[in-house]
């Protein structure tokens, strides 16, 4: 008798019943009350920059007004947040109160209507969602009309050069208007003085996406299809593997690998989104001063100036006995004023709560961006960013993506059309 692969989808129908065994989804949804006595909130997060905010947040705006409630930040890297969740979810035990969760890792634990391990927002929010750039703040967390976090963010790609290594070079890296501009104009005399032009990842799906959906592609239509298996997506893949062949684009790095290369201003450029600039600032302090920012260059004719990277919304889960004070947390966080302003200062995060976009600080100038105004860059992009379809099985597709696509593209030179259609293979498979 044949071995039967377990597929993907029968590891989660598997999960599911030992969560609703565990009597994990049956907790009740609404919020309890506060409770009197000195409690904590557990916090797992994965980036850097954000646990420095939320640590200063609750220095700053959160221990004297709530004296008997500690916040306890566990921070996990980003890779191994994931499967650890969904081993505490699975064990119905060791369950953090928030997790911060990234932009298409919702998709996961939310697949089986109605074994959802985190508490829907819709109602405890209420009005409130009118002060909310939804696109940013609440759709990439929204599944089956049920909103599950909440981001405190607006986050379009933008640009980031060595102004002064390229005035030594007397390049002007405000001159491209188009990708194919921007290696034309800057990549040969970049590479003469030994350097790489921009850092492009071998191994993950990221750069390939970002690329993609600027020149107007997706990896998911609204309905749930794959998009991926198309002309453009061919033509991404072999424009960009031509630019590492080149010398011009240089492989980024992992880890601690690409800060290094920041660091040695191995690279003249590289993009990012808002959230970028805080990494920046964390991991390369000392090149204060030597950045700054502009629009991407368009991909052609067609397509969009940006488009949204990344987000974190913070989420409550079922499972955590104190949801009025993780609420409280995350309202103070996102929903005020306070928080929102003081992820700005922090992190450059321009804010999805709109009551503060007219404060006079989102145009404060910024020292390591040589004095230039991070908020009028990002607001000028989100105005022109391309929206985004995020898929309960958005994993599941960049994991084939980033195996089966990108690496033996970029470092074997397998055919792009023929690795897509494995990818896409695969993917129908698993799911």
Known sequence: MSEKKLSRRDFLKAASTAL??????????????AQPDEVTVEIWAFATNRTNWMENLIEELWSDANPNVNINIVHTPYRDLWPKLQTVFVAGSGIPDIVDVGTGQLGQYVRDPGNEPFVALNDIIGDQITDLSKPSATQTWTVRGNIYGIGNEVNPVLLYYRHDLLDEMGLDAEAPGTWNEFVEMLGGTTMDAGRGLFPVSTNGWSDF???????????????????????LAVEVLTWQKAQLDSGVYIEQGTGDG??????????VTIWGAPWYQGFMKINAPDLEGKWKMRALPMWGDSGFATVPRGGTGMCITLASEVKDEAWEYIRLSNLTPEGSLLAFRDMNLFPSYIPVWDSEELLRTDDYFSGQKPGEFIAEAAAAMASVNIDPYWTLLTSSLARLVVEPVMKDG???SSALQEALDEFEFNK
């Open 20 to 33: 609703a065994a565990s009597g994990f989804a049956a907790l009740p949804v609404g919020l309890v009350n």
């Open 209 to 231: 996406y970002i690329q993609l959906h600027q020149a107007g592609g997706e990896f998911f239509d609204a309905e749930g299809n794959v998009q991926v298996a198309s002309d």
């Open 258 to 267: 690409q800060y290094a290369l920041m660091n040695e201003g191995a690279y």
């Open 414 to 416: 397998a055919d792009p």
